[in-house]
Every structure is written in C-alpha cells, then in structure tokens.
C-alpha cells in the first residue's frame, strides 16, 4: 500500500499545513487587481508572471500564500505556480530589503571592475550574495548580463540603470539609499521601492507626478548599431583591395547610401549557390529546358 506525502509527512511529525489566506480586505483588493491583470490575455494561466509580480508587491518577496493565491484564481496547483515562482530569479523567495542593488559580473562589468565593486560593497555592507542590510534597506546580490556594456561597469537598483560605477561611487550610492537620500539613476525614471517596483512590473501605471516623462533612453553608444540599420549615419565605405584601395565617404543623412545592389564590402555581397559553391561554374544556373 502506498501512503500520501501528507501521510508520510504525519508520520515523521512534520504535518503539511496549508499557506494561509490573506485577510478578506486585502484579498479582495488583490482579487480586483487580478481580473484587470487575466482580462489580457486569451488563455488565464498566462497571467501567471505578472501575478507573481503583482503578489511580490504585496510583501515584498513571494510568499506561500500569495502562491496560494495565483493558484486559485488561475485555478492552477500550488505546485505549477511554485515551478514558476522557482524558475525565475526575479521573483524573491525570502524578505528581502526596499533596493535591490544588483552588481553585474558578467565577462565585460567584471574586468571592467564590477568584481572589485561587488567585493567592496560585500564589506562595506556586511552582507553576502543575496542578503539584506540589518535596517532592511538594501539587498545584494550579483547579476547577470544586462545588456549595457557600453556603460561597464553597471550597478542596478530595482531594475533602474547606475552606468559607469566605481567602489566608490557605489559605496556612496548605497550610503544614501540607507540614509532615504535622493539617488538618480543615470537614465531612466526616479527610483521607487522594490514593492513599488513589483506592482509597475505586473503591468499597472506608474503613477508618480512626472515619472513617465522620466523614462529616458539609452545613450548614444547604446544606438549606434540602430542609427546604422535605419540608414541615418552611413559608415566608412570598406572597400575590397581588387577595386583600387580604400576610400571613405562623407558620414551623415546627405552621405552615399548604397543601394539594394550595391555592397560595402564584397565579402558580404549576397551571391548565387553556384558562384559560392567551388564543385560548381560559377555564374547562374540556367533554368531547365533553357
């Protein structure tokens, strides 16, 4: 006979107790908010990230209860939300402090010097990877790439970019953010909580005075490959040494644009199989029955 976890559970002395609710005022108003958040989409379990981000707004991690909540409304089990909840790293699964402040140490931050920065606020702080300040302020981690490498090496608070850091700039950064200084993010919207944070990512207005129109943009190296692709900066005409050396061309809006036939560099000029294909003549395949 095969016994239940619950049984097995029982048995050791371990009994498996259900996550509590929330209270009723509280569940009501999660419950109004998640009819917003599932009316967007065609099939309702795909509301399951913006929930969790909706529920993590509520306690500032994701706790069992509000992975007991996501699974009622979705009517999914408790343990395909928690594979959820697990799988991705956004989503905390322990208290953790108002800022998260993440230091990226992938290949380009870390010799960049986001190793030394990561190190130095580890002491200046107290604290481990993943561990919160004793005020409960700050919360530090590494992370991963965040695709700013022309600003290496990258400090993030709640998701908002710090570009260019230092040891010290950084230690003074989190000075203030323990000390409820104003603190500026390089770009982007000023900084709010992480709760408030996980509430604007569930997909809901940010609606501080002038927050929007704080979104910015990324700065100008982070545009230049998209400038190129949409034709507003020609490059230096790259020249195969067969058509008599290099020579540049003017830049700018008014500079040559190549057309669909013509190359900058013979090496990328799209060709025929058969022109590409050594076992092959070169030149076109002529058509059966030609």
């Not at 090496?153 to 003074?172: C, G, H, I, L, Y």
């Not at 040494?241 to 061309?249: L, S, V």
């Not at 990328?268 to 003549?281: G, V």
Request: hydrophobic share 35%.
């Amino acid at each position: 006979m095969t016994t239940s976890s619950s049984e097995r559970g029982v048995s050791l002395g371990m009994p498996e107790l259900p996550a509590p609710g929330y209270p009723d005022d509280v569940r009501a108003r999660l419950e109004a908010d998640a009819r917003e958040i599932i009316a967007r989409y065609p099939d309702s379990r795909s509301a399951l990230l913006p929930l969790l981000h909706l529920v993590q707004s509520e306690e500032g991690h994701v706790t069992r209860t509000g992975m007991r909540f996501c699974a009622d409304v979705l009517e999914l089990t408790t343990a395909e939300v928690t594979a959820v909840a697990t799988f991705y790293s956004m989503y905390r699964r322990k208290p953790s402090g108002d800022y998260q402040v993440g230091v990226c140490t992938n290949t380009l931050c870390a010799v960049m010097g986001g190793d030394a920065i990561f190190e130095e606020l580890q002491e200046h702080l107290g604290v481990g990877n993943g561990e919160t300040t004793g005020d409960g302020k700050v919360t530090l981690e590494h992370i991963e790439c965040n695709a700013a490498c022309d600003f290496a090496p990258v400090v993030m608070v709640n998701w908002e970019f710090f570009d260019n850091q230092t040891p010290a700039s950084a230690k003074r950064l989190v000075d203030d953010l323990r000390a409820d200084r104003p603190v500026e993010p390089t770009r982007g919207a000023r900084l709010c909580t992480f709760k408030e944070t996980a509430r604007i990512l569930a997909g809901f207005p940010d609606e501080r005075p002038g927050a929007v129109e704080e979104g910015g943009s990324a700065g100008p190296a982070s545009l230049v490959g998209l400038r190129l692709a949409k034709g507003e900066v020609a490059p230096a005409r790259v020249v195969h040494p067969r058509d008599g050396g290099p020579h540049d061309e003017p830049q700018g809006k008014a500079a040559h644009q190549p057309s669909s036939a013509e190359h900058l560099s013979s090496h990328d000029a799209p060709q025929e199989s058969s022109a590409s294909d050594p076992a092959h003549p070169a030149g076109p395949v002529a058509e059966e029955g030609e």
